[in-house]
């Protein structure tokens, strides 16, 4: 029977780790000009599917399809895979698109710890790789790359904008369950930075196995009697959901304010608004936000019923858009040729598009879009389908996010 | 204050009682486990889909048809099952005769296909599932706050799996099911029907871990992915437990609930590893688990 359960576990081990590569690829229209491959690697089976997964996959087809490839006479291809949050089989992904397929552009990549693992292997093949899922401030901090942008957001970011708020309201002591990986201990930093210098004390912590983690009420018990006033949630996805729905069933939400430093709208709709409502969270976009954003809401839906659009899908369609101006700006065999080049290109032209208005991009790769400081709607007040938001705060690009300086990126010059 | 450890009292009992919660589900799953596997000779790989079902089951009651919280503890656990029965039937019989590791590979294909197919319809996010109204709500217990929906599972979980034993261990019924894995040619010549006899037995397994989705449902999110969260460590309970013992199962559930909530005050970050490095420890001292049978 050992000997059974043992071959058991190989036979699990080996099947699980199996890539599953699906290739979808756009047609190309004509043959003479290098063709663009833009790679699309997220989480599309695990916890992140919904925040990432196959709808930031229609999202960059959306941006070949706004930018007109075709009438330009461009060759752009689209491809995907699952890196199942796991960074060695992310980097041996990234490696065989690199080598064999010729993969020029890697795009969303949520989950820290790999979206860290593939900084070098992109500089080593020098492509260009911009994020718009993962979190950690220390991409463009010391782990910095001039192959690299991020995008969307970053835990500098969400600590600034849902830590602040929640210090300004009075939430001056924090008790923090936070995910056990590069993630989870970053935004856990970032935000205890903040809590500590407005005066506020961290009471402590409570870091828990990511992932496979599903059961919070222990933790939940140990921060509602450390005494503290806010809750603060350093996770994501199903376990964000979770660990809320499990504060509300023992009671925290009447003894503490809970924090939820990463929520995008998907665990939103997850949670249901009863649970949710009134809930602070950071997010640079939000479907209903302007004529802009509902309109290019509109134009993705139909592909993505189920799932509207969050700031991460939103990022990748922003961040494809620029890289194929970028490239029809310098011909496409120049940008194949060298992927610090074409970034140093994307750093200088002026972002703008639907998703986000304008911003400009930083020298360290950051991308300096607006945050907004959202409110969880009650179930009376939300009129439609994912109507979940009320906007209560905006800061701007160049507020948003940790000064040049203090993020002691190598590549910077001083 | 009683300091236990450098551990406040009241924070150790309340950690005490939350792992007995969680136990509460490992026992109910690897009670299914057990039986299916002590009787059917099958490692059910599919049993944490199947639980994942079970959640779903409830959930799509609610939504599609407006049938609450208990019908559906009744209800979904029959629909499940009879689903299991179907796969029984069609595909799993097909294997008694070989080695366990091609019922291993089956029902873990199973497990994935099933498992595909919800994440295709519902996503991954999850569904909201509400505590029905009349177990809202927490009692004080003084060391901590207990919600009424927690301690309704312990109780639930308690009355199945001891019910389960005793149809298993005590019933006539029982009696030919045990006799039925022992020597099924002899009981069949007693004019019993062995085949449905295991059929049947696959569908109450399958039953089980419905009936644990359904408590769950209101606990956790309900989504594809909750049955894989739980299904490493039931195996493994399993294996401490003993493999296909009914009550070593239902002990050691509720045992390494425990053991897990006292690691989560202690050092969190090992939580999810201590159920194995306690099964590495059994393994190497009693092979055959804390509760099986010598060879």
């Not at chain 1, 093949?125 to 950690?136: M, Q, R």
């Not at chain 2, 009651?61 to 407006?66: I, K, R, V």
């Not at chain 2, 873990?108 to 197919?117: D, K, T």
């Not at chain 2, 029982?174 to 696959?202: D, H, K, S």
Request: charged share 15%; hydrophobic share 45%; glycine share 10%.
């Amino acid at each position: 029977m050992i000997l059974t359960r043992r071959s058991a576990l190989t036979t699990v081990a080996a099947a699980s780790a199996l890539p599953l590569i699906r290739p979808a690829v756009i047609p190309s229209a004509r043959a003479q000009t290098p063709t663009i491959k833009i790679g699309v690697l997220n989480d599309q089976s695990g916890p992140y599917t919904n925040t990432g997964g196959a709808t930031s996959v229609v999202c960059v087809k959306q941006a070949l399809e706004d930018f007109g490839v075709s009438t330009k006479g461009m060759n752009v291809e689209v491809i995907a895979a699952d890196h199942q949050n796991k960074p060695d089989l992310a980097v041996s992904i990234a490696r065989q698109w690199f080598d064999r397929d010729g993969v020029d552009m890697l795009i969303d990549v949520p989950t820290s710890s790999v979206a860290l693992a593939l900084q070098s292997v992109v500089r080593e093949k020098n492509k260009v790789y911009l994020n718009s899922g993962a979190a950690s401030s220390a991409l463009t901090g010391a782990q910095c790359s001039p192959n690299f942008i991020h995008w969307t957001y970053d835990t500098y970011m969400l600590a600034k904008s849902t830590g602040g708020a929640m210090v300004k309201a009075g939430g001056d002591s924090w008790y923090f369950l936070t995910a056990d990986y590069a993630f989870g201990k970053q935004l856990q930093a970032d935000t205890s930075a903040f809590v500590t210098a407005s005066g506020g004390k961290v009471l402590g912590a409570a870091q828990y196995p990511f992932p496979g983690t599903t059961d919070f009420s222990s933790f939940l018990v140990q921060a509602q009697s450390s005494g503290a006033k806010v809750l603060g949630l350093a996770n994501a996805g199903g376990d964000t959901v979770n660990s809320i729905k499990q504060a509300a069933e023992f009671g925290l939400n009447n003894s503490m304010k809970i924090a939820a430093l990463l929520m995008f709208i998907t665990d939103v709709h997850a949670l249901g608004l009863d649970v949710a409502a009134g809930l602070n969270l950071t997010e640079s976009f939000y479907w209903d936000l302007n004529e802009r954003t509902r309109a290019f809401t509109k134009r993705v839906l139909p592909k993505t019923p189920n799932n509207y659009p969050n700031m991460d899908h939103a990022g990748c369609y922003s961040a494809t858009l620029h890289y194929l101006k970028t490239v029809a700006d310098m011909g496409a065999a120049e940008a194949k040729k060298d992927g610090v080049a074409t970034v140093n290109r994307m750093k200088a032209m002026p972002v703008e598009d639907d998703c986000f208005g304008s911003s400009k991009i930083r020298e360290d790769g950051r991308n300096m879009v607006t945050s907004y400081l959202f409110q969880v709607k009650k179930p009376s007040e939300s009129k439609g389908p994912w109507d979940y938001y009320n906007l209560v705060a905006t800061t701007p690009g160049d507020e948003a996010y940790r000064p040049l300086a203090d993020g002691h990126c190598p590549i910077v010059k001083a | 204050m009683i300091m236990i450890f450098g551990i406040p009292g009241p924070l150790l009992f309340g950690q005490l009682l939350l792992g007995l919660i969680n136990g509460a589900f490992y026992a109910m799953l690897s009670l299914g486990l057990a039986v299916i596997f002590g009787m059917l000779n099958i490692i059910n790989f599919a049993h944490g889909a199947l639980f994942m079902m079970g959640a779903f089951a409830s959930w799509m009651l609610l939504d599609y048809a407006g049938i609450g919280y208990f019908p559906a503890l009744i209800l979904a656990p029959l629909l499940v099952g009879a689903f299991g029965i179907f796969l029984e039937k069609t595909i799993i019989s097909r294997l008694y005769k070989l080695d366990h590791l091609y019922g291993l590979l089956l029902t873990f294909g199973l497990s994935l296909v099933i498992e595909g197919l919800f994440r295709n319809a519902y996503g991954s996010s999850g569904l909201p599932y509400r505590i029905p109204a009349i177990l809202q709500g927490a009692f004080n217990l003084g060391f901590m706050y207990l919600p009424i929906y927690r301690g309704w599972v312990v109780v639930a979980a308690l009355v199945v799996c001891i019910s389960t034993w005793a149809i298993i261990e005590k019933t006539s019924l029982g009696a030919t099911l045990r006799a039925a894995t022992e020597n099924a040619p002899l009981v069949q010549a007693f004019g019993v029907n062995v085949p449905r006899l295991i059929t049947l037995t696959y569908g109450g397994g399958v039953a089980l871990a419905a009936f644990a989705g359904v408590l769950a449902a209101p606990i956790y999110s309900v989504n594809p992915n909750m049955g894989t969260n739980f299904i490493n460590t039931v195996f493994a309970v399993v294996v401490i437990g003993g493999m296909g013992s009914i009550m070593g199962s239902i002990l050691t559930g509720f045992g390494l609930g425990v053991v897990e909530g006292l690691c989560k005050v202690f050092y969190p970050q090992a939580s999810a590893t201590v159920v194995f490095v306690v099964m590495v420890i059994v393994l190497l001292v009693r092979p055959r688990g804390l509760f099986g049978k010598a060879a």
